[in-house]
């Protein structure tokens, strides 16, 4: 330790290590960066990060999982912000002057704003997104005809994973200017339906009874509130009826409705009861030079 004490510290080599400039100020002066501003910005990195870190980790220790989520994407967005904050304060307490760097390189933001315009219109749509609410984690959405589960939102994008287990990466602008079905939302449970014709001429209260013990037998289907069915239409060919339901997992709705047409079709061949199909009368008429004309009317 003694001998620690009585060396000869040189303290012109610290100082011209500590004022060497890396970025020259050039003939003219103005911006110009050394070793003890790098050093200043590491170190005013460094102690930001801890802080916004335990900042985090106060906010979001009694947090539920899906809220975690949503303030870790947003706080993610303000740390880029603290960080340009606290390098410009540091920079500008060491004395260098930021007005000269700033006016130069004026025309390069201005082309960089053009450019990530897009990005800057995800970003922001990110942030109202997770702010309002009106799309999280785990919730069953349609966009342009496709139905995913969201499984994660960041800030420039949202991700789903569709009924194909395939990987569906949605611009979070696209929230802001097309039309989103949220089925989840308000609650799980969501309605649905299936449709079937049965013949003319068949029992409708057998038909509505048998739809009815097909949706309260099918697993999957909630028992409340209760499966309904309704005699929707006198069609041309058939007597149109849907049996409605609810449901839990509007994600797996397909292999549901697939399900309890098995049953249906079974049950209606169980109780004599046909499904009809489509129907032409061809009426074949002579006239008066004996060539045969044809007319097609639907039954």
Same mark, same amino acid.
């Given at each position: 330790m003694a001998s620690l004490l009585n060396m000869d510290i040189d303290w012109d080599k610290i100082r011209d290590f500590l004022t060497y400039e890396i970025i020259p100020s050039g003939k003219n002066g103005g911006f110009h960066f050394d070793t003890w501003m790098l050093i200043l910005a590491i170190i005013a990195i460094l102690v930001t990060t801890f802080v916004l870190r335990g900042i985090k980790k106060v906010i979001t220790r009694k947090m539920e999982d899906t809220d /975690? &989520? /949503? =303030?870790?994407? %947003? =706080?993610k967005f303000f740390n880029y912000l603290v960080y340009i904050i606290v390098v410009i304060t540091v920079l500008h307490s060491s004395g260098v002057q930021l007005t000269g760097l700033l006016t130069a390189s004026a025309a390069l933001f201005v082309g960089l704003g053009f450019a990530l315009q897009d990005l800057f219109k995800d970003i922001i749509a990110g942030v109202t997104i997770l702010i309002d609410k009106s799309v999280l984690v785990n919730d069953v959405i349609e966009m342009n005809n496709k139905v995913g589960r969201v499984f994660e939102v960041k800030l420039r994008s949202t991700r789903i994973i569709t009924r194909d287990d395939k990987i569906l990466i949605i611009p979070n602008h696209l929230f802001m200017s097309e039309s989103v079905y949220n089925y989840t939302q308000n609650h799980p449970k969501t309605r649905e339906n299936v449709l079937v014709g049965v013949a003319y001429g068949s029992d409708t209260e057998l038909v509505a009874k %048998? &739809? /009815? $013990?097909?949706?309260?037998? $099918? /697993?999957g289907i909630l028992k409340s509130p209760e499966p309904f069915v309704m005699f929707n239409d006198f069609a041309d060919s058939s007597l149109n009826f849907g049996v409605y339901y609810f449901i839990k997992d509007a994600f797996n709705d397909p292999r549901i409705k697939s399900a309890l047409r098995f049953s249906i079709d079974k049950a209606f061949r169980e109780h004599n009861i046909s499904i009809p199909f489509p129907q032409r009368d061809l009426h074949i008429i002579s006239n008066k030079s004996d060539q045969i004309t044809y007319d097609k009317t639907n039954d």
């Open positions: /975690k &989520l /949503k =303030f870790e994407s %947003v =706080f %048998v &739809l /009815k $013990q097909c949706a309260m037998d $099918q /697993k």
